[in-house]
């Protein structure tokens, strides 16, 4: 039997000695740090991305299936926390910076809009009616939050951006694991990642890129103990399923060992045993195959299926109508007035969003001097096109939850 040789990546690690490692460690502004703090730069990374808002946020938003009474469906939350744990597992076993790759993993999706995929291709159909000139994808989105958005406070009190080093900001604006590749290297570029385009580079560090493959190795599993829970499958399914992974096994096994545990597994170790810095990070030829027919399986029986119809009208209905609700209310430096006089019939939106303004926009800077906050300003209230994307960020950044709770508010007396 194959063994697995630990540590093979060691000398490809993001560390002092990575020639990389200076351009990793920047930032878009100086961090102030606290005496004696004991953490690496990747560690306070970390920290601070599960202390800020989006990442909470995540815990009521849709992975796959929208549920938000249900304990036990798979949130954007757990589906992180997964990628966090593998990429975290597969980086301990080939010798690269551990504390790198869990926090891109933890913060690749703060930018992921409610109601999952279906919320972010409703997005991207406004912002395209709209006539705004770039696309909507979940990936520049969460670098949006992370850059522009999501704030902290510092030791004096004064919210700030986040201001993660880049090689945190690469892995997560790279990290899509809709992969067709099976060799998976980083690219030696230093580029401005705002200037990015989908799916036209690898990360830039070799963390990144066990990160993108664990986004796939995550979901994967996950979906389909979800979907079987749910009764997506009839028996020639179970039976389909079953077959598939006996060839990733190499065994007979009952269906109640196609699992996400079994499978994640079996992953993991596959690409370990695989993977070496010349090649790069890759599965065997046949778990590769196999990767690609249970993806494949996936799209046809769970994320095409008729049975979340209803949940995308509905989706498609609560994003539209709170879109259309606040742009209504637009009127250059008068616009906070205008939604003022509305706010006892609409507190909640009309209030939140105001505050909202206050904090990213040119609005009223001397309330957002009073609120001690120091983020960068991103929106000309004078400019309609600026007003229309602080309504697709504040969309976006909702969770599920919010966003029905404001569409109530529209719809109810």
């Known amino acids: 039997m194959q063994e697995l040789q630990k540590n093979l990546f060691c000398d490809c690690a993001m560390n002092e000695k990575n020639p990389k490692w200076e351009n990793a460690l920047t930032r878009l502004a100086p961090l102030s740090h606290k005496p004696f703090d004991i ?116 030791y004096s009190g004064y919210k700030e951006n986040l201001n993660l080093t880049y090689a945190v900001r690469d892995g997560i604006v790279c990290h899509c694991g809709e992969v067709n590749e099976n060799y998976l290297k980083p690219r030696d570029e230093f580029i401005d990642l705002r200037l990015i385009e989908k799916g036209k580079y690898m990360p830039y560090t070799y963390e990144g890129c066990v990160v993108k493959i664990s986004d796939k190795i995550a ?19 179970l039976l389909t399923l079953k077959q598939l992974a006996q060839e990733v096994m190499k065994k007979k096994i009952k269906f109640k060992d196609v699992n996400t545990s079994s499978l994640i597994h079996e992953f993991i170790v596959n690409l370990c045993m695989n993977s070496t810095p010349e090649k790069g990070l890759t599965f065997s030829k046949e778990h590769y195959e196999m990767m690609n027919k249970i993806k494949k399986f996936n799209y046809q029986k769970i994320y095409s299926n008729p049975r979340f119809t209803p949940f995308m009208k509905y989706a498609k209905l609560v994003i539209n109508d709170i879109f259309d609700f606040l742009l209504e209310y637009y009127d250059g430096f008068n616009t906070l007035h205008k939604l003022s006089k509305y706010s006892k019939f609409y507190p909640t939106a009309t209030n939140d969003f105001s505050d909202w303004l206050i904090k990213y926009s040119n609005i009223d800077e001397k309330t957002h001097r009073i609120r001690k906050y120091r983020n960068v300003l991103i929106y000309d209230i004078e400019n309609i096109s600026d007003y229309k994307q602080a309504i697709i960020d504040y969309i976006s950044g909702m969770s599920d939850n919010y966003a029905i709770k404001i569409y109530k508010e529209l719809t109810e007396f």
């Open 39 to 154: 953490r690496s730069e990747f560690d306070r990374d970390n920290n601070r991305i599960l202390h800020c808002s989006a990442y909470r946020r995540l815990k009521h938003k849709t992975q796959v299936f929208f549920a938000t009474n249900n304990d036990h469906v798979c949130t954007r939350i757990e589906h992180v926390n997964h990628v966090a744990s593998i990429s975290k597992t597969i980086s301990t076993a080939l010798g690269l910076n551990v504390s790198l790759a869990e926090a891109i993993a933890l913060g690749h999706d703060l930018g992921h809009s409610p109601f999952g995929h279906h919320g972010e291709r409703i997005i991207e159909k406004i912002m395209d009616e709209h006539g705004f000139d770039k696309k909507f994808w979940h990936e520049k989105n969460s670098l949006r939050f992370i850059d522009l958005i999501e704030t902290l406070p510092n």
């Open 219 to 237: 979901y994967l599993g996950r979906d389909i103990q979800d979907a079987y829970n749910y009764k997506f499958f009839d028996k020639e399914d």
